[in-house]
T-cell receptor
Framework: DTEVTQTPKHLVMGMTNKKSLKCEQH?????MYWYKQKAKKPPELMFV???????INESVPSRFSPECPNSSLLNLHLHALQPEDSALYLC???????????FGQGTRLTVV | DAKTTQPPSMDCAEGRAANLPCNHS???????VYWYRQIHSQGPQYIIH???NNETNEMASLIITEDRKSSTLILPHATLRDTAVYYC??????????????FGKGTHLIIQP
C-alpha cells in the first residue's frame, strides 16, 4: 500500500467557517507534510511533522493549524480563511530523510 | 538546498525517448537529485532519485554527470500519459528529523501524438 489518502477532495468554505482537511497513510512513514499549490505554480511547503512532532513551519499564518494525532494521520485545521487561500492542499509522507515522498491527490479548497 | 534550472517546456513525439535536462551547478557532496512529476490536477508522483551513480527503474533512467552539476531524466518510450510537469529537486541531508521538498518551476513536457 503506497497510498496517501486525503479527504475531502473538494471543499468550499466561507470566511467565517471552521473546517479541517484530513490525510492518512498506512505505510509506516514517520514524516508527513502539508503543501499548498496555487494555480500554475509549484507546490509550496507549509509544515513538516517528524515522529508526530512539528519540525518545520514555513511561516504559515495562524489561520492554518496543523495537527498530527498519531503516526498515520495528519490534519490541517482551517479558520477565518481569506479568498486568496483558495488552492490545492497536498499532503505527503516519507519514511525518513532522503527517502522518496508519496503525495495524496490533494484537497481543492475554495474560500468564498 | 542547491537550486536547479530546467527548461520551462519541451515537446516529444509519442514512442520516442524524452530527455529532460536539469542543471544544479551548486550541488554539494551530500545532496541527492530527485525527480517528480505532476499530471494536471493530481498530486506529484515520485519518479527516481540518485546521488552520483546512474539509476534506472521501471519508470525512467537518471543520468548524473561525473561532476554532478547536471542530470538528465530519460523516459525511454514516451506515451501521451507522460504529459506532465517534471520537477528536478536537489535535496540535502539535514542531519536528523525530516525536511521538505522545495519545488522549482519544472519543465512542462508535452507528448505529441
Amino acid at each position: 500500500d503506497t497510498e496517501v489518502t486525503q479527504t475531502p477532495k473538494h471543499l468550499v468554505m466561507g470566511m467565517t467557517n471552521k473546517k479541517s482537511l484530513k490525510c492518512e497513510q498506512h505505510m509506516g512513514h514517520r514524516a508527513m507534510y502539508w503543501y499548498k499549490q496555487k494555480a500554475k505554480k509549484p507546490p509550496e511547503l507549509m509544515f513538516v511533522y517528524s515522529y508526530e512532532k512539528l519540525s518545520i513551519n514555513e511561516s504559515v499564518p495562524s489561520r492554518f493549524s496543523p495537527e498530527c494525532p498519531n503516526s498515520s494521520l495528519l490534519n490541517l485545521h482551517l479558520h477565518a480563511l481569506q479568498p486568496e487561500d483558495s488552492a490545492l492542499y497536498l499532503c505527503a509522507s516519507s519514511q525518513r530523510v532522503n527517502t522518496e515522498a508519496f503525495f495524496g491527490q490533494g484537497t481543492r479548497l475554495t474560500v468564498v | 538546498d542547491a537550486k536547479t534550472t530546467q527548461p520551462p517546456s519541451m515537446d516529444c513525439a509519442e514512442g520516442r525517448a524524452a530527455n529532460l535536462p536539469c542543471n544544479h551547478s551548486t550541488i554539494s557532496g551530500n545532496e541527492y537529485v530527485y525527480w517528480y512529476r505532476q499530471i494536471h490536477s493530481q498530486g506529484p508522483q515520485y519518479i527516481i532519485h540518485g546521488l552520483k551513480n546512474n539509476e534506472t527503474n521501471e519508470m525512467a533512467s537518471l543520468i548524473i554527470t561525473e561532476d554532478r552539476k547536471s542530470s538528465t531524466l530519460i523516459l525511454p518510450h514516451a506515451t501521451l500519459r507522460d504529459t506532465a510537469v517534471y520537477y528536478c529537486i536537489v535535496r540535502g541531508y539535514s542531519g536528523g528529523g525530516a525536511d521538505g521538498l522545495t519545488f522549482g518551476k519544472g519543465t512542462h513536457l508535452i507528448i505529441q501524438p
